[in-house]
């Protein structure tokens, strides 16, 4: 079967719009509304999956798909290995960039700014909500490093389990979380024609906000 040409695929979109009369004063209360409204619908596929951009000591930039696990007034917070390849990027480069899509409702939003670990406490609190199943998996998955295979690395789950038989499992010393610290967060709404609407909350000095209206 001969692949689909990407370029005839074309919608409209039609299904809202985004002024500054009725957005939200802060960038938190309008990523709230839409959070709410993308995780209500069973259209939207995992509402909390943000694509992740960091770049290298040399500038290469990679990007992946990671879960924010906490939203609020301070950024995003999604959590990892602290030796995999994103790490590693953040060590040399802590700046990154994260868009939550959620194309059902024909909307993304944008975030960027420095990236800081969490601290311990937090790491702990949110790794004891896990099921039991991803903090094995947090234990024995050497993140971004190569494996010999798969039956090799569910052997060494299966050590893993039988090292915690019976017993709470803390995080690895080598998992926790990171955020987004945003400097810029911008909301976008597909409209007619390309036309779309897009509204940036943008750090305006140390404390404050500017909101403005970007060109589609």
Not at 141 to 147: A, C, D, K
Request: a negative charge.
């Amino acid at each position: 079967m001969p692949m689909t040409d990407p370029a005839g695929l074309r919608r409209g979109y039609a299904r809202g719009s985004l002024d500054e009369d009725t957005v939200a004063a802060t960038w938190l209360e309008q990523l709230q509304r839409w959070f709410a409204d993308a995780a209500a619908d069973p259209a939207v596929v995992e509402a909390n999956a943000i694509q992740l951009a960091t770049a290298d000591a040399t500038g290469r930039p990679a990007v992946r798909t990671v879960l924010a696990k906490g939203i609020d007034e301070r950024g995003i917070v999604f959590y990892t290995n602290y030796e995999s390849a994103k790490a590693e990027d953040l060590d040399a480069n802590p700046f990154g960039a994260a868009v939550f899509a959620w194309l059902p409702h024909e909307r993304q939003v944008r975030i960027a700014g420095p990236v800081t670990k969490v601290d311990r406490a937090e790491t702990e609190a949110y790794f004891a909500t896990r099921p039991r199943e991803s903090q094995i998996g947090a234990w024995a998955s050497p993140q971004s490093q190569v494996v010999a295979s798969r039956g090799a690395l569910d052997q060494i789950v299966a050590e893993t389990e039988e090292r915690f038989a019976g017993v709470d499992i803390p995080p690895p010393p080598h998992w926790g979380g990171y955020r987004i610290t945003p400097e810029s967060v911008e909301f976008w709404q597909g409209r007619h024609g390309r036309l779309h609407d897009r509204i940036r909350y943008r750090r305006d000095g140390t404390d404050g906000w500017c909101r403005e209206r970007l060109a589609p």
